[in-house]
């Protein structure tokens, strides 16, 4: 069985910064494209960044200036640091990754981590 676990989530000030987090765990025999979406209420989900294995990246509209996507490949991680959040951030934000289990290569989701952007 393949996991994404994100943490990190939570509530910070406008103008702040956060750094999510997403593990990948169980029967992995390689990960290619790692990336987070978002969701806030009423609206639908959207792409914020999304990173290949030799580390090339892309993200949404406007967010590069602010967000960075990494990825730790030795330890099947996948992070997001945010800076300069502000109320237009607040969403749940999933972890996603294209991943080959030896048996099946299919996309897997997290369960998502909360992020409120308030004063």
């Known amino acids: 069985q393949v996991q994404l676990v994100e943490s990190g989530g939570g509530e910070v000030r406008p103008g702040g910064s956060l750094r999510l987090s997403c593990a990948a765990s169980?029967?992995?025999?390689?990960?290619?494209?790692m990336g987070w979406s978002r969701q806030a209420p009423g609206k639908q989900r959207e792409l914020v960044a999304r990173?290949?294995?030799?580390?090339?990246?892309d993200y949404g509209d406007s967010l590069k200036a602010r967000f960075t996507v990494s990825r730790d490949n030795a330890k099947n991680t996948l992070y997001l640091d945010m800076n300069s959040v502000g109320p237009e951030d607040t969403a749940a934000y999933y972890c996603?990754?294209?991943?080959?289990?030896?048996?099946?290569?299919?996309?897997?989701w997290g369960q998502g981590t909360q992020v409120t952007v308030s004063s």
């Open positions: 990173i290949l294995s030799d580390g090339s990246a």
């Open positions: 169980g029967s992995i025999l390689r990960i290619y494209t």
């Open positions: 996603h990754a294209t991943i080959d289990s030896g048996r099946i290569t299919r996309n897997y």
